[in-house]
C-alpha cells in the first residue's frame, strides 16, 4: 500500500510565496516520474510541473519562471516553491507520482488561495 500526503498549503496575498510538499509512503521500489497539479473551481485538472528521472523539468506555461519543482529521492518527496503568486494560481494543488512496482498515484490534495 502506497500513499501521498501533502503539505504547505494555504492563505497568501498576491505576491507571495508559499512551498508545498509532498511525501510518499509504503512499499516502494523506485518513483519514476512526480508532479503538481491543480484544479481550480469549475475547471479541469491540469498539470502545474513535472519531474522525471535524471530531473528533466517541465512546467506549464503560466507558472514558468514563477514556480520551482524539485524532488529529493533519499525522502520519496517532491517540493513545489511557488513565488510571485497571483490570484489566478488559487486552486487545490495534488501531487502525483508513478511509483514502481504498483502505478500512478495521486495526494489528497491541498488548498491553495491567493488574495489581491
Known amino acids: 500500500q502506497v500513499q501521498l500526503v501533502e503539505s504547505g498549503g494555504g492563505l497568501v496575498q498576491a505576491g507571495g510565496s508559499l512551498r508545498l510538499s509532498c511525501a510518499a509512503s509504503?512499499?516502494?521500489?523506485?518513483?519514476?516520474?512526480m508532479g503538481w497539479y491543480r484544479q481550480a473551481p469549475g475547471k479541469q485538472r491540469e498539470l502545474v510541473a513535472v519531474i522525471v528521472s535524471r530531473d528533466s523539468t517541465n512546467y506549464a506555461d503560466s507558472v514558468k519562471g514563477r514556480f520551482t519543482i524539485s524532488r529529493d529521492n533519499a525522502k520519496n518527496t517532491v517540493y513545489l516553491q511557488m513565488n510571485s503568486l497571483k490570484p489566478e494560481d488559487t486552486a487545490v494543488y495534488y501531487c502525483?507520482?508513478?511509483?514502481?512496482?504498483?502505478?500512478?498515484?495521486w495526494g489528497q490534495g491541498t488548498q491553495v488561495t491567493v488574495f489581491s
Open positions: 509504503g512499499s516502494i521500489f523506485s518513483i519514476n516520474n
Open positions: 502525483n507520482m508513478g511509483i514502481l512496482p504498483w502505478g500512478n498515484y
